[in-house]
């Protein structure tokens, strides 16, 4: 970082800084040039940010900042805004992926700040990457909750959607999660993501069933990101293709009608081409 620009203040407005997850090696140069151009930092923790900050060799002012922050505590971050540079930072990971800081976000660009993203590591879709499950449509849906109905509901809302769902959890409760998945979704393909970026980072892959005996015998450590793979998909019948391919007609040539269905079901490209044409006459 050139000592010049570190030293140059930033416009005022509100930066929204990504952080490690777990290895300080992974701040972005971009990152650390903010906080050490920033004003100040709102936090979760005071404690964990200042270690970080200390890692970088910085002092700024640091203010508190989480979820039991109400109305007031934003209106003096946003008032502040308007003259100083506040840089957004949670614990570990991006900002506002499970965490309250959207509603500063959202009264920021209200009264008219200027907002800034800084893009960094996130557990959730570091847990993604490692997981081999299907990653072009993903449901990511924060914290599992506590008690057993409200999991339930949100593991079967889960169920229905046709992708892999992202869930964060912690170690006292990932056996009990997997089982419930288990008696949800026994066939499903698991990930159990933890440890991301450390010395001992895991991932371990397998049915709910395979995985909850493996952590019931060997209790995880650390924070964990719990993946569920989408269902198998059912093969459309033919009265289902022909809507599909009437569907496409409407807006596409015989030919492109054919590809997007192809895509879209894993039938065979020709043959539905030919069908297409066959529609397409009728």
Same mark, same amino acid.
């Given at each position: 970082m050139d000592a010049g620009v570190a030293h140059q203040p930033l416009q *005022?407005? #509100?930066y929204i800084v990504a952080t490690p997850i777990g290895n300080l090696g992974d701040i972005t140069m971009r990152a650390a040039e903010t906080l050490a151009r920033c004003d100040g930092v709102a936090c979760e923790d005071t404690r964990v940010t200042g270690k970080l900050m200390k890692h970088l060799g #910085?002092?700024? *002012? #640091?203010w508190r900042y989480d979820d039991h922050a109400g109305e007031k505590d934003r209106a003096r971050l946003? %008032? %502040?805004m308007q003259e100083k540079a506040v840089a957004l930072v949670s614990d570990a990971g991006t900002p506002l992926v499970s965490d309250p800081g959207y509603r500063l976000v959202r009264d920021a660009r209200a009264a008219g700040v200027p907002v800034t993203t800084l893009p960094g590591p996130c557990a959730a879709i570091a847990g993604l990457t490692l997981s081999g499950l299907p990653n072009d449509r993903f449901l990511f849906a924060g914290f599992l909750p506590n008690k057993d109905k409200a999991r339930r509901e949100a593991l079967d809302s889960a169920a229905k959607a046709d992708a892999t769902a992202i869930f964060y959890e912690t170690a006292p409760r990932l056996v009990k999660s997997l089982e419930a998945i288990d008696r949800l979704m026994p066939d499903r393909e698991i990930a159990v993501a933890r440890e991301l970026t450390k010395l001992h980072e895991e991932c371990r892959t397998g049915t709910a069933a395979e995985l909850a005996a493996h952590f019931a015998a060997h209790p995880a450590k650390g924070e964990i990101v719990l993946l569920v793979g989408p269902g198998a998909s059912e093969p459309a019948g033919e009265h289902d293709i022909d809507g599909l391919l009437s569907e496409a007609l409407q807006s596409a040539k015989p030919s492109q009608a054919a590809a997007q269905v192809a895509k879209a079901t894993g039938q065979d490209r020709k043959a #539905?081409? %030919?069908r297409a044409l066959e529609l397409r006459s009728a």
């Open positions: *005022p407005g #509100l #910085l002092s700024k *002012p #640091l946003v %008032a %502040a #539905l081409y %030919a």
